[in-house]
């Protein structure tokens, strides 16, 4: 169905089952991360061969995103969905079936490329169905469904443990649980228009700002993801505090995304992704000289939630830069972005920590944030 054809209750229904799904592939990702990685150091691996292992995900979106969008242009938007996921849950039993390093490796190239197509699909629809007026709060509440799944995900894998098929099935069954919503959006997709050419490097020079933000915060949110109990951990803290940091920094993730969306549809998005990098760096840069102190905690919760934002204002900037027939294409070099900077990230913050205990990760997070603004100065000047 057209976007334009659907009424204002069929636009909310669709953009409440589409956000739905977000919830269930959040706790399947945030569940099988450490499952992976905790079975595959059980069985003796290396940590260098559990990161190569973690690898095979962004590595499998970087390279399917280019076609991404013509899948969905060719099966629609609700069916690559479908797709999408059941190969995802599919995949995901395929783990305790063959049980070797490099299957495993193959397997969750597949589990990547499968998730590929879930993710450009969902934001595309939402983008589509967004409005000037609200396109930040409705990426600001998807934002928040997928961090809360984050936040459920590891609970299934403390309740299954790691060992036999248990958890890979419990995995399966949230990716699954993410296809229930799509059952109330069947007369209320919408129709995609039809795919534009336009490679990376093309969407990249359209749209600069937006693509560096995507970039930016996979490698800061995901090198903080990975190294603040590292960091912590060698600062004194025990893993229990360590942990509960992380929890932290998860728990802004989810509750400051509509807040800041709602701010942004009110003021400009332009000016609050801008805004976020700033609370971005000066976080990095007070963080070593707040450790021992209450201050911590209150740091890590808007780091957490204004680190992720810029990925939620980005999307909201690229729907308002896009038009409808690019914007999947858009969507698909977004994420690619996103992937690239999480390749990057936790191996750049790790190594800045070996290199610099106390200051490593500040500087290069700080560093990070500092140069995506610098960047959104000039091209808006430029501009």
Known sequence: MSVEG??????????????????G??????????LLANALQRDGYSATMIGLNALMFPAAVIVVGPFVPRIIARLGP??????????????VMLFPAMPTFYAWCVIRFIVGMASAVHWVASETWMNLLAQDNNRSRIMGVYAAVMSLGFVCGPLIINATGIDG??????????????????????????????????????????????????????FVDTGLFNQIPIYQTRAGFTMQESNLSLSIFMAGNFALQLPLGWL????????????????????????????????????????????FGIYTLGLALMGERFAPANLAAANAAFIMMYELGSMT??????????????????????????????????????R
């Open 6 to 23: 659907l009424t204002p209750s069929q636009r909310l229904q669709s953009l409440t089952a589409i956000i739905g799904t977000a919830f």
């Open 25 to 34: 592939v959040g706790v399947a990702v945030a569940a099988v991360v450490p």
């Open 78 to 91: 609700l069916q690559a969905i479908y797709l999408g996921l059941g190969m995802a849950a599919a995949a």
């Open 165 to 218: 098929w248990l958890p890979f099935a419990a995995v399966s069954a949230a990716i699954l649980l993410a296809l229930a919503p799509m059952l109330a959006a069947r007369q209320v997709a919408p129709s995609i228009p039809a795919h534009k050419s336009g490679g990376l490097l093309h969407m990249v020079a359209a749209a600069p700002l937006v693509m560096a933000a995507a970039l930016v915060t996979g």
């Open 264 to 307: 942004a549809d009110h003021t400009s998005r332009r000016g609050m992704l801008l805004a976020s990098t700033v609370v971005v760096a000066v976080g990095a840069i007070a963080y070593p000289f707040v450790l021992g102190s209450d201050i911590l905690w209150i740091l890590l919760f808007l780091w957490g939630g204004v680190g």
């Open 345 to 382: 990230g936790p191996v750049v913050v790790g190594g800045a920590i070996d290199l610099w205990s106390r200051f490593g990760l500040p500087v290069v997070v700080a560093v990070a944030a500092l140069a995506l603004l610098a960047f959104g100065l000039v091209t808006n000047r430029r």
